[in-house]
């Protein structure tokens, strides 16, 4: 089993920064990949970005403004937000499984409110 721990939210004004932290502990030997998703209120969840080996991808809405990063020796990934939008209030979640899904584990979520 795999727990994921999260911090990093918090409330900012719009083009402001904030990063995001997600620690994972237990049987990680089965991670490849890495990521994070968000989900606003009334809205389906959707994939901010991930990280697998040494590829990224990012959702259109965050690509020049989110850069994902991880550090295998603490075992944890980061998203670091600039330019923060009102549009990216969401409930950020970190994920992290393995390459064929066989396991799949999520964070608790962290709250980002981006104030106009």
């Known amino acids: 089993q795999v727990q994921l721990v999260e911090s990093g939210g918090g409330l900012v004004q719009a083009g402001g920064s904030l990063r995001l932290s997600c620690a994972a502990s237990?049987?990680?030997?089965?991670?490849?990949?890495m990521g994070w998703y968000r989900q606003a209120p009334g809205k389906q969840r959707e994939l901010v970005a991930f990280?697998?080996?040494?590829?990224?991808n990012y959702a259109d809405s965050a690509k020049g403004r989110f850069t994902i990063t991880r550090d295998n020796a603490k075992n944890t990934v980061y998203l670091q937000m600039n330019s923060l939008k009102p549009e990216d209030t969401a409930v950020y979640y970190c994920?992290?499984?393995?390459?064929?899904?066989?396991?799949?584990?999520w964070g608790q979520g962290t709250q980002v409110t981006v104030s106009s």
């Open positions: 994920n992290m499984r393995s390459r064929t899904y066989a396991n799949v584990y």
């Open positions: 237990g049987s990680i030997s089965s991670i490849n990949v």
């Open positions: 990280i697998s080996g040494g590829i990224t």
